[in-house]
């Protein structure tokens, strides 16, 4: 999916603001290279506080110029989560690479596991759960669904086709009745639990068709 496509239906954002030349040039004067993808959500929506200002943190060219220690790592990160337990990175001797691959690792010092074949599949994935934390209409709190109430949602809904692998030693997949609503469904192996919500009270209320009735808050 185009990345202003997603922003607008999952964020609500028609014109999200992006980086400029200098802060794309500041990024490259670093690193040497930057792969296109990560380059394009630089320019897409690197400076939109929709995006930017949420609890998981991106990397952005300003956090390269108030940070310089990141210069010295091998690996050149993404997004980290809000306790710093889990971090996406592209590893440095990749990012000559058209489209590179993006690994996660757990801050226990556990191996860097494959999130994503690509950085284009990466953020399309990593960008569709984070918008799950700031949908306007949502339940307030995770719902554990047995594997038959899985099956209804997925009989039931649309998947979306990303995946978010090894993120908190999850693997993340999405599901939606229209553009515009979402559930979160994170396979944690022995049970599933969710999180789902609309940009609007319209398209909240469309999901509930599916949703509501199903699962028990955790």
């Known amino acids: 999916m185009e990345l202003r496509e997603l922003i607008r239906d999952l964020y609500g954002v028609d014109r999200p603001q992006g980086c400029d030349d200098r802060e794309i040039a500041a990024v490259k004067e670093i690193f040497g290279d930057i792969p296109a993808a990560v380059e394009n ?12 200002r ?4 991106w990397f952005f060219p300003e956090h390269f110029q108030r940070w310089r220690h990141l210069a010295q790592s091998d ?7 809000n306790q710093g337990v889990c971090r996406a990175e592209i590893r440095r001797e990749d990012l000559s690479l058209p489209d590179p691959p993006v ?14 074949p690509t950085a284009s599949e990466f953020l399309e994935a990593a960008l569709t759960y984070e ?26 809904l649309n998947r979306r086709p990303c995946v978010l692998k090894n993120w908190m030693d999850l693997e993340i997949t999405f599901y939606s009745s229209r553009p515009d609503n979402l559930v979160v469904v994170m396979d944690a192996d022995d049970h ?11 398209s909240y209320a469309a999901l509930l068709e599916v949703m509501e009735g199903l699962g028990e808050p955790v």
Do not use: N
């Open 75 to 81: 690996h050149f990160p993404l997004l980290c989560e």
């Open 41 to 52: 959500f630089y320019r897409t929506a690197g400076r939109s506080q929709q995006i930017t």
């Open 54 to 57: 949420h609890d998981d943190m």
């Open 192 to 202: 599933y639990e969710v999180l789902y919500g609309g940009v609007t009270e319209e």
């Open 131 to 156: 918008a799950v934390w700031q949908l306007k209409y949502s339940v307030e709190e995770y719902h554990r669904l047995t594997g038959e109430e899985l099956a209804v949602v997925q009989a039931r």
């Open 103 to 116: 690994y996660t690792r757990m801050e226990d010092g556990g191996p860097w596991l494959l999130s994503a």
